[in-house]
Each structure stands twice: as structure tokens, then as C-alpha cells.
């Protein structure tokens, strides 16, 4: 059915749809003596005076393009042939597909095109998508938003983006464009695909390919319809997939943001994991190298330094030599640098920290993911308070968690969501996290002690953020398998009690990277 390169996923999905069936369905099937003519007559085919679309791969090695011609030329319909293409075009290529049969029904339905304003009427417009998969990302994205308003006041952001993003969006007062709610829960997904602290991310992003194909059209719809002057696409893996895949999708300037380049499989998970995620490498270099005008702006969140020192996949480029020849760097973009926070003794006072107390938070992100770690953790707490009997903990369930969920020992509170949680890092006294990238750096930037548990199979958190975090000597790494309680609580006591220097963070992150976004509008 697949002849195209980089056809993985859809041929693992066939191979698992027509596992479903049966021995005694398919001789069924085979046998059946009412079937009728196969392929229909015609005089049959005359018969139909709908309108009607035929779309057809050259290649398709099952049923020859010709029957389709010939289908078409009898009903009167269209007939495309797709050069290249085998038998599940629909399925190989969702994006060019959709559009296709969209344009077919709007012309058949008399569905008017949108009203475009020129550029004169309006002022400036920006659709910017957020990731999802973490609150450090809206975060930060809101940094870059404000940097860019000073350079251009009349700009009008629109945000096309997800729960709890859209939560930490509303409450900063940003307009939050009606098709967000359209759009199918990536967090969600990311939770179903999550075993106890354990992520593998290169497959939990593979296996969201239908809600990342719906998430598309959406955004496809909105840009078509909304006339942008920039879109900002921050780890919008759809978008940038997409409009590279068919690069007459594209309707206007994009700048694409990630803090990381490169699929990388765990060596734990054998060759298998190993081939595909060098050849989802491949597919992404050939994209870019292949189309290098549909990215107008790639900004990498950090340094050339910050990329791992690791190739592609065999046959492919060092990622140390390659991203630098595709990328821009900003630095390090952290959405509000704790430098203007105003003094540590005078956040503590805000937050109602008192005097002589140890404060701990423990935040474990935008996801359900963290529920194993926190109930660890928890369990860790009186152990670690009989040595520390100031220790006072504060957890941070995340929007996703519902904080009665987990019985709390004495001396830790909990809430759901705090909007102004990068503040409460940077006044604590000692932090527990997952190993995401924007938090951890957060507490890299504030200067305070932390333990990070990487998610088992999070070839980011793995890979990426640890060799961000080493470079800065922030944080001590835990493997949640080797962390009990009892170590957990022993390592709580001694980063307290000798706090490593951590290397600055860069504070111009988000200026740099507005200004080069300036140049796009």
C-alpha cells in the first residue's frame, strides 16, 4: 500500500487495522457469491449524477489509476492523479487529502471565500501557537509577545492554543482566537500514552498523529481565514510538518521556535526505536533542506552549545554541525528573568514565607504525567522533616491534577495552579521537578537548589534538557527507578545544606528573539 519513503506509522496502522479482523471474516469475504461485479460496469457508473472526486496514487501497486479515470469520465466527476503516491493516499498524505475534498464540498456547497482586508485596514496580525506540553512554553511565549509589542504597539496577537495554556493565557488578559476550542487535547494524549514516571516521547508523539492532522486543519482554516501577517509557531510539530510536506499549504510568514533538534531513541529500546527515530530525522532534514523558504525565521531557544553532541542517525549529519547552518540562537528564553523580581527577602515576605522556615515546591508540569513522582515524594517528606524539622513543602499539582486526589502529610499544602509560579521558584529554598526544560531552567535562573527526575524513555528530558542542565551545574539528576523515599529525603537534606553554583542565565532571551521576529512583520 506504501510506497513512499518515511511511510512508518501507516504502515504499522494497516498492519494493526487488518489484524483486527478474522481468518472467518476475510474467507467470508472471499467467498461471498453476492459480491456483484467487481469493478462495476460502466452502465453503472453512469448512473451516478452527484458530483464526485477521484483521487488516485500512480504508484498504487493494488488497484490500477486507470479504473479511477475511467470512474471519473463516466460519473462526469474530477479524477486527480498523484504523482508518486501509492494506494492510501488519504492516509500517507492527510493534509494535501483534506484540502483537496474541503475545496471539493466548498465548491459543490457554494460556500463563499473568506473576506480578506488589506493590510491598509488593519493593523498588524500574528496567529501564535503555544505548545501544550508544558506551561514553560506559554510562559516564555508571552515574554517573547511582550518584547515584540514594543517594537510594533498596534500588534494584535491572537493565540491558538489548548488547555491549561489557555488557563495562564486568559489570566494574563491575551486573546485567545474561538477555533482554540476546536482543537483536540495534545496533554490529554500525552497522559494516555504515560505509565508510572515513564514517557517514551518519541512515540507518544508518533501514535498523535491523527489529533496532530486535526489540529491542522484547524490551524489551516484559521490562517486562511484570518489573513496574518506572522505566524509564530512554537514546537508547532503539525504546522511545520505539514506546510514542508506540501508547501502550497503555506499562507503566510512563519517563524518556527524549539529548544531542541533531533529525535533521539533510547539505547534500552533496541534497534527498532533506533531506525525509526533516524528515519523521522531524515524525513525533517529532507523537509527543511528540500523547502528552506517555509521556515522565514527558525530560532533556536539557547546556544550552539546547548545542542547534544550526537549525529542524526547513521548517514546523517552531527546535530552540532547542522542545526547552526538552519538555525538562528537566541539564547535561552525564560519567560520573566528573576533578576526583576525584586529581592528573595522580599518575595518570601509576598508569599507569606516565614522566617527561619525551609519552603520546598514540588510542580511536576501542565500534565497528569506526575502523579507517581508527587506520591514519592510525599512519601519522602516526613523522613526528610525529621531532619529538617523547618521543611515546610508546597505542591504544585498542576491544572491537570486535582490536588484532593493525594493524602497529604502533615506540614505540605497543595494547590492546583499558580499563575505566578516561576516567583514561588525563585523564593523557595529547595524545588522537586520532572525534567522538563523550562522549569528547571527557571530554577537555573533563580539560582535554586533542585532534584530533577527525568521521565524513564523522555528522550528530551534524557538527552537535551540534561545536557542543557550540566552545562549550567543546575540541579541534581534522580532516576526515579533508584529513588525511594529514603534517598529521595537524603538528597533533599544535602542540597540544602551545600548549594552548588549554578552557571547565569542569560536575561535578553526574549528581546533577541523578538527582534528577529520585527523583521517579519
Given amino acids: 500500500m506504501f510506497c513512499e ?27 461471498a457469491e453476492d459480491r456483484g461485479p467487481y469493478p462495476a460496469s460502466e452502465e453503472a457508473y453512469g448512473r451516478i449524477r452527484c458530483p464526485s472526486l477521484w483521487v488516485h496514487g500512480e504508484r498504487d501497486e493494488v488497484t490500477p489509476w486507470q479504473m479511477s ?26 493534509a494535501r487529502f483534506n484540502t483537496l475534498v474541503r475545496a471539493f464540498l466548498d465548491r459543490h456547497t457554494g460556500t463563499p471565500p473568506p473576506v480578506k482586508r488589506t493590510r491598509s485596514q ?6 501564535y501557537l503555544s505548545s501544550p506540553i508544558g506551561l514553560g512554553h506559554a510562559r516564555r511565549d508571552l515574554a517573547v509577545t511582550r518584547e515584540l509589542r514594543v517594537l510594533h504597539p498596534d500588534l494584535e496577537v491572537h493565540w491558538l ?76 510539530w503539525d504546522v511545520d510538518h505539514y506546510w514542508h510536506e506540501h508547501p502550497d499549504l503555506k499562507r503566510a510568514p512563519v517563524a518556527w521556535f ?33 523547502n528552506p523558504g517555509i521556515r522565514d525565521r527558525a530560532i533556536f531557544v539557547g546556544g550552539p552549545e546547548d545542542i547534544i553532541p550526537m549525529s542524526f542517525g547513521p548517514g546523517l549529519p552531527q546535530m552540532r554541525d547542522w542545526v547552526p547552518a538552519h538555525y538562528d540562537f537566541s539564547g535561552y528564553i525564560i519567560g520573566q528573568h528573576p533578576t526583576s523580581f525584586g529581592s528573595r527577602a522580599e518575595l518570601r515576605e509576598r508569599f507569606g514565607y516565614r522566617e527561619g522556615e525551609k519552603v520546598c515546591i514540588v510542580t511536576v508540569g501542565g500534565s497528569g504525567v506526575g502523579a ?43 494547590r492546583a495552579f499558580v ?52 552545562r549550567y551545574n543546575a540541579g541534581r539528576r534522580m532516576i526515579y527507578d533508584q529513588s525511594d523515599p529514603e534517598r529521595i529525603a537524603q538528597a533533599m537534606v544535602e542540597e540544602l545544606a551545600a548549594p552548588r553554583a549554578m552557571r547565569p542565565v542569560e536575561a535578553d532571551g526574549a528581546r533577541r528573539a523578538a527582534h528577529m521576529l520585527s523583521d517579519l512583520l
Fill in 122 to 127: 488593519r493593523p498588524k496580525r500574528a496567529l
Fill in 372 to 414: 507517581s513522582l508527587i506520591r514519592r515524594i510525599l512519601n519522602a517528606y516526613p523522613i526528610a522533616r525529621s531532619r529538617i524539622p523547618e521543611l515546610r513543602m508546597i505542591l504544585v499539582t498542576g491544572p491537570r491534577l486535582n490536588p484532593a486526589a493525594f493524602a497529604l502529610p502533615k506540614g505540605v499544602e497543595a
Fill in 69 to 94: 479515470e475511467a470512474a471519473a469520465q463516466a460519473t462526469g466527476g474530477e479524477f486527480q492523479l498523484w504523482a508518486g503516491v501509492g494506494h492510501g493516499a488519504n492516509a500517507r498524505y492527510p
Fill in 5 to 31: 519513503p518515511h511511510s512508518t506509522k501507516q504502515i504499522e496502522d494497516a498492519l494493526s487495522w487488518a489484524a483486527d479482523g478474522s481468518g472467518e471474516v476475510l474467507a467470508r469475504m472471499s467467498l
Fill in 419 to 470: 499563575p505566578d509560579l516561576d516567583r514561588h521558584l525563585a523564593a523557595c529554598d529547595l524545588a522537586l521537578v520532572q525534567g522538563g526544560l523550562t522549569t528547571t531552567m527557571e530554577l537555573t535562573a533563580a539560582g535554586t537548589p533542585f532534584l530533577y527526575f527525568p521521565l524513564k524513555n523522555h528522550f528530551e528530558q534524557n538527552f537535551h534538557v540534561a545536557q542543557r542542565l550540566d
Fill in 258 to 290: 524549539t529548544d531542541f533538534v533531533g529525535w533521539v531513541p533510547i539505547p534500552e529500546n533496541g534497534a527498532r526505536e533506533a531506525f525509526l527515530t533516524a528515519d523521522y530525522n531524515a524525513e525533517m532534514i529532507g523537509h527543511v533542506e528540500a
Fill in 161 to 236: 492554543a489548548q488547555d491549561p495554556v489557555t488557563r495562564f493565557l486568559s489570566a494574563h488578559d491575551e486573546v485567545l482566537h474561538p477555533a482554540s476550542a476546536r482543537l483536540a487535547n495534545e496533554s490529554a494524549h500525552i497522559e494516555a500514552e504515560a505509565g508510572e514516571h515513564d514517557l517514551n516521547a518519541f512515540q507518544a508523539i508518533r501514535n498523535m498523529d491523527e489529533i496532530l492532522i486535526k489540529n491542522f486543519m484547524v490551524f489551516q482554516e484559521v490562517v486562511e481565514d484570518g489573513d496574518y501577517d506572522l505566524v509564530i509557531a512554537d514546537e508547532a
